[in-house]
């Protein structure tokens, strides 16, 4: 759940898992405090029942090797966003430097990008300048080997005591439910579309239509819907252009404030329709 089209801030970040992973992720046996001194992310090879779009237009995906290259610029471009800072501006981090906070973002979105890289779909225009994460249908990053491997276990000892509350018991079930609500059977036949971000100096310069058209193309000759959520409000009328409509809004709701989430979906656009 996350694009950025906006000049001040993208759109939300979302790691959607469902309530089994989280408990597995808890249950598994390991000892969340016993820091390794150091921590290499592993290979896996993605899996190779996921659809990939042909590469058209400039874009292309990012390959393993170039995940801090991808998370950076997604950090960038959320850096701001109301729920990117909903983990990382919490009473119980209060005393935290600005740099420290830029520092676990910027953790946060190395691990999801790089589960995305193994499970989904990671793709890139330019050196860096806007990269989108996307989980193809009947795809899902919540399994152990993944969670391992992509790092996200360590968000366990990461995130505060209130941080962690906000994104395993709040955050991650609150998407994971409301997109089963709002796709039903349809669910898993779904593009997800986690994060689409752009460096705020790339701007204007349509990267972010080529990463969104390169899988809605290939959603449309499938006959597949795509799903988002968008935390930053000036997005959905811009998203509309590209057939997304707004089917509900969420909040989020430990913080001072309600953190809203605009519900898109996009359904597919026959071929004899277009233009």
Not at 86 to 96: A, G, I, K, T
Not at 178 to 192: C, E, N, P, V
Not at 239 to 252: A, D, N, P, Q, S
Request: with cysteine.
């Amino acid at each position: 759940m996350a694009q950025t089209f906006s000049p001040v801030a993208p759109v939300a970040c979302s790691f959607v898992e469902s309530k089994s992973a989280v408990k597995s992720a808890s249950g598994m046996n390991m000892k969340i405090n016993d820091v390794p001194a150091s921590f290499r992310i592993l290979k896996q090879h993605p899996t190779a029942a996921a659809a990939m779009p042909p590469l058209t237009g400039g874009v292309r995906v990012v390959t393993a090797a170039e995940y801090k290259q991808a998370a950076q610029c997604l950090a960038e471009a959320f850096c701001q966003d109301d729920v990117a800072r909903y983990l990382v501006d919490v009473p119980d981090r209060e005393h935290w430097s600005e740099q420290e906070k830029w520092a676990l973002h910027v953790e946060i979105l190395e691990y999801i990008t790089y589960s995305h890289i193994l499970k989904g779909l990671v793709t890139t225009v330019g050196d860096f300048e806007a990269v989108a994460l996307w989980m193809p249908p009947g795809q899902h990053a919540e399994d152990c080997l993944t969670l391992l491997r992509s790092g996200m276990w360590r968000l366990h000892y990461r995130l505060s005591p209130e941080g962690k509350r906000r994104f395993f018991t709040e955050f991650l079930p609150l998407l994971h439910d409301t997109m089963a609500s709002t796709l039903g059977a349809r669910q898993h036949a779904a593009w997800y579309l986690v994060y689409l971000g752009t460096k705020p100096r790339a701007r204007g310069q349509g990267h972010a239509r080529s990463l969104l058209e390169h899988v809605t193309r290939m959603a449309d000759r499938e006959r597949r819907p795509c799903y988002l959520e968008s935390s930053n409000g000036s997005n959905p009328p811009i998203y509309r252009k590209f057939g997304f409509e707004v089917h509900k809004t969420i909040y989020l709701q430990r913080g001072d404030r309600n953190v809203p989430l605009d519900v898109m979906v996009r359904e597919p656009v026959g071929v004899e329709e277009k233009k």
